[in-house]
């Protein structure tokens, strides 16, 4: 099943078009992350003891006793979107090997309008079931178990009105040298504000896809893709396209190392990036400090991730060492990092991080500065 480690890395031009050159006047800086903490829990209900602050009421409220992930994309004005991973519901108990209980669920959708992250991140509502339960809203294991384990969203995004969430479809997380196998990736999309959504089978990558998981982000009207195969083994690789062409795999874009160009609609013409490995990855480009930052978390075999790490590069494929940011010792079985889209003119780094013991997510926060 799921694993833990994640790393952070930093780079610092926005225009990725034509030669890919780097115009950042502090391009020579070094972007230091450092002072990770926990701000509060995201989901789930406190444990005995617990101090941390708890905004959300997530179990009474929507049936979300445990879940993971939190995997966020900026929607309109204010307002965020959060999907969560394998969502277990009343029952669940804390440390009994992530998710259990009741009412299992692939996947759940939140909402937030909510800035002001200092006391926690308010989770404004979710999109619920006929029983006022979150609801499952891309198909999962229940849908055909005889093929689907489970279906987990991997990144999402709003392209033009349309909001697309991408997805791989599991059939068995065991497999070796860190990889999870999928029957297929693919994308759902909604155009009333994340009511509702519809598979879009145009969009569906093979099983064995160096774009089976994702971490999208925008600029200069284009939406970069950073892919891996499912799990944490993988190599990264680079794609885009323009908004309105979200639908169309034949407009996509891969970036070619060897011919250092993009290759239009030929996935197989994409070349590494980034050495693995790597996994379950965000990304985002901070406007104050004209860095893209990625995290992610790589790991070997199936063996938990024991740090969050970052490292920084001028471009989009040419990436420094990677450093420490924070360590399992503090936060056990600590895994994803999803960035808040929102917090990207600001000296913090917001994020929402998975614990597998606890099998919840939190709100984190680091500190940034150029050296």
Known sequence: MRTKQILLFGLVTCSLTGNMACKDADSEKTLCIDNVRMISRVTGDPLPGDT?????????????????????????????GMFFGDTSGEGFVVNKNGGNGSNWRSNVLAFSSDTELTDGLKIDSMLLDADGKALEVCAGGKTNP?????????????AGKTDCVHIMNIYDWGAPHGRWLTNFSSVYTSND????????????????SHFSQVAYAKCDGWIYMLGTQAGRGDAAYLARFLEKDLLDMKAYEYWNGESKEWIRGNEAAA??????????????WHKKFERWILTSEPTIAMQFIVNFLYCTSKDLVQWSEPKVLAEADRYPALYCAYIHPLKDNDDQLW???????PYNAFLMCADMKLE
């Open 146 to 158: 005889e093929v689907y384990q489970t279906s987990i969203p991997t990144s999402a995004i709003r």
């Open 52 to 80: 941390l602050l708890n905004p959300n009421n997530t179990g009474p409220d929507f049936d979300v006793y445990g879940t993971d992930l939190g995997l966020m994309w900026h929607m309109d004005g204010n307002r965020v």
């Open 351 to 357: 994020f929402i991080m998975s614990m597998w013991g």
């Open 193 to 208: 504000d994340g009511r509702t959504w519809e598979r879009r089978e145009e969009v569906t990558f093979s099983p064995d």
């Open 271 to 284: 070349t590494p990036v980034l050495r693995g490995p790597v996994g379950e990855a965000s990304l985002i």
